[in-house]
Nanobody
Framework: QVQLVESGGGLVQAGGSLRLSCTAS???????MGWFRQASGKEREFVAA????????YYPDSVKGRFTISRVFAGNTVSLQMNSLKPEDTAVYYC?????????????????WGQGTQVTVSS
C-alpha cells in the first residue's frame, strides 16, 4: 500500500509564497515524484517533477523560475516551493509518484497520487 499526503495549501495574496510538502509511505525509494494541479473546470496540468536521484528536475514554462521542487530522501518527502504566486496558480495541487516515467508531464505516467491540497491565490 502506497500513501502520499500533501500539506501546506492555503490562501495567499498574489505575489506571495507557499511551500507544499508531500510525505510518502510505502513507496519505493527510486521513484520519480511529481506535482500536478487541476483548476476548476480544467484539465490536470503538470507542475514539476524530480527524479529518484534528485536531479534533473522538470518544469513547464508556466511555473519555471517561480516554483522549485526538491526532495529529502531520508524522510521520503518532496516539497514544492512556490514563489511569486499568481491568481492563475489557483488549483488543487496533487503529489504523484511513479517508477517508470517516460513523459514527466503526463499524469497517466504516475501510479500513486495524494488526495490534493487547495491553493488559492487572490488578486
Amino acid at each position: 500500500q502506497v500513501q502520499l499526503v500533501e500539506s501546506g495549501g492555503g490562501l495567499v495574496q498574489a505575489g506571495g509564497s507557499l511551500r507544499l510538502s508531500c510525505t510518502a509511505s510505502g513507496t519505493y525509494r527510486r521513484s520519480t515524484m511529481g506535482w500536478f494541479r487541476q483548476a476548476s473546470g480544467k484539465e490536470r496540468e503538470f507542475v514539476a517533477a524530480i527524479t529518484w536521484t534528485g536531479s534533473p528536475t522538470y518544469y513547464p514554462d508556466s511555473v519555471k523560475g517561480r516554483f522549485t521542487i526538491s526532495r529529502v530522501f531520508a524522510g521520503n518527502t518532496v516539497s514544492l516551493q512556490m514563489n511569486s504566486l499568481k491568481p492563475e496558480d489557483t488549483a488543487v495541487y496533487y503529489c504523484a509518484a511513479g517508477t517508470l516515467i517516460a513523459s514527466y508531464e503526463q499524469h497517466g505516467q504516475y501510479t500513486y497520487w495524494g488526495q490534493g491540497t487547495q491553493v488559492t491565490v487572490s488578486s
